[in-house]
């Protein structure tokens, strides 16, 4: 089984900064790439950001680009979400998520973590 545990959600100040993390475990052979979505209350998941797990290119949302940057460990299977000059319209529920091969897999599968909350108030 493969599982991804996302961490580091918190109740932030506007302008504030915090980092999310998200490790991928379990029966994994290769990763493909590793994105962040997020969800606001009422509204639908959107996207934020990818990374590539073999080059490190790196994708974003025009709404968050030039305050986050995702990165990775790949020794521990980790990817990061670090979050600068946070903004109310910010506060959403942060969800990983990752294209990945299973060992004895042919195919790519997706997974999703459980999912982090970011709330940025004052």
């Known amino acids: 089984q493969v599982q991804l545990v996302e961490s580091g959600g918190d109740l932030v100040q506007p302008g504030g900064s915090l980092r999310l993390s998200c490790t991928a475990s379990g029966n994994i052979y290769r990763i493909n790439a590793m994105d962040w979505y997020r969800q606001a209350p009422g509204k639908g998941r959107d996207f934020v950001a990818t990374l590539t797990w073999s080059r490190g290119d790196t994708t974003y949302a025009d709404s968050v680009k030039g305050r986050f940057a995702v990165s990775r460990d790949t020794a521990k299977r980790t990817v990061f979400l670090q979050m600068v000059n946070l903004k109310p319209e910010d506060t959403a529920v942060y969800y990983c998520?990752?294209?990945?091969?299973?060992?004895?897999?042919?195919?790519?599968?997706?997974?999703w973590g459980q999912g982090t909350q970011v709330t940025v108030s004052s």
């Open positions: 998520h990752a294209g990945i091969l299973p060992s004895g897999s042919l195919k790519y599968s997706d997974y």
